[in-house]
Structures are given as structure tokens and as C-alpha cells.
């Protein structure tokens, strides 16, 4: 009997502890401003096997277009730099559609651009036996979206 009373004395006591911490909690919560709509998503590819100058060849053609007209120009331009630059924009198009829950049709794509990623360096053997070196370049390819 006494058991139980001493367990039912420690149950109120943690009670009374945990009630300041949830009124602390909600306090909190009402303080808060309710947070504001995001308005952009965006994707970043990094070190993809491409060089910035033939990517830049490609963005410069989306850059300010509707994402589903992007994507339609990005199949018919015939360069290197159209599959990867499409995949960057299709990855933040779901960004926007799953994670903030955007409208698919209004979006478009607002930033683009491609910056120096790792620059791997390698040897070409050449004659005589000497090697003169090579630079394999990467990029870093970065896609916001944005609500028209």
C-alpha cells in the first residue's frame, strides 16, 4: 500500500515538471510568426563531367524560360551539355512540385548558371617519350525555379 502511494506521489510530481515545459512550449509556438511560403527550389549538380564553357553554351539558351519549354529546347539542342543541364532542371522542378508544393505549370526557370568544379590532372604521353599534361574539367550546376 505504501508502494503504490509513493508511486502515484512521483507520477504527480513528474506531471507538475513536464506542465511548465508545455506551457513554455506553446508560448513559443504562439510567439512565432507563421512562416512564409517558399516562393524558389532549387537543384545543384556538382563535379559533373563537363566542361563550364560548354555547359554555359546550353544554359544561356533556357535561362528565363517556362520550365516545359526549357525542357522542350533542352531535347533538340544537339550539345554535350543538354542531358545534364536538363536532369539540374527537371531535379528542381520536382523540388519545387514535391518539397513546397508549387504549381508545375507556372514555373520557370529564374537562375542558371555553371561554375569551375574539380579540374583533374592527368598526362598524355607524346613522343620521344615525354608526356605534356592534361586538365579534365568539371562544373557545378546550379537551377532555381521560381513561380510566374
Request: charged share 30%; proline share 4%.
Amino acid at each position: 500500500m505504501a508502494e503504490t502511494k509513493k508511486a502515484a506521489k512521483k507520477a504527480a510530481e513528474v506531471k507538475e515538471a513536464k506542465a511548465p515545459k508545455a506551457k513554455k512550449e506553446a508560448k513559443a509556438e504562439a510567439a512565432a510568426p507563421a512562416k512564409e511560403p517558399r516562393t524558389e527550389a532549387r537543384a545543384i549538380a556538382t563535379n559533373v563531367r563537363l566542361t563550364p564553357r560548354k555547359a554555359r553554351l546550353v544554359i544561356d539558351q533556357v535561362r528565363g524560360k517556362d520550365v516545359s519549354v526549357a525542357l522542350g529546347l533542352l531535347r533538340n539542342i544537339n550539345r554535350a551539355g543538354s542531358e545534364p543541364v536538363s536532369k539540374v532542371i527537371r531535379s528542381a522542378a520536382a523540388n519545387a512540385i514535391n518539397n513546397f508544393g508549387m504549381d508545375e505549370s507556372r514555373l520557370y526557370v529564374a537562375e542558371i548558371y555553371a561554375n569551375d568544379g574539380l579540374k583533374m590532372k592527368r598526362y598524355m604521353p607524346r613522343a620521344k617519350g615525354s608526356a605534356s599534361g592534361l586538365v579534365k574539367r568539371t562544373c557545378h550546376i546550379t537551377v532555381v525555379v521560381k513561380m510566374r
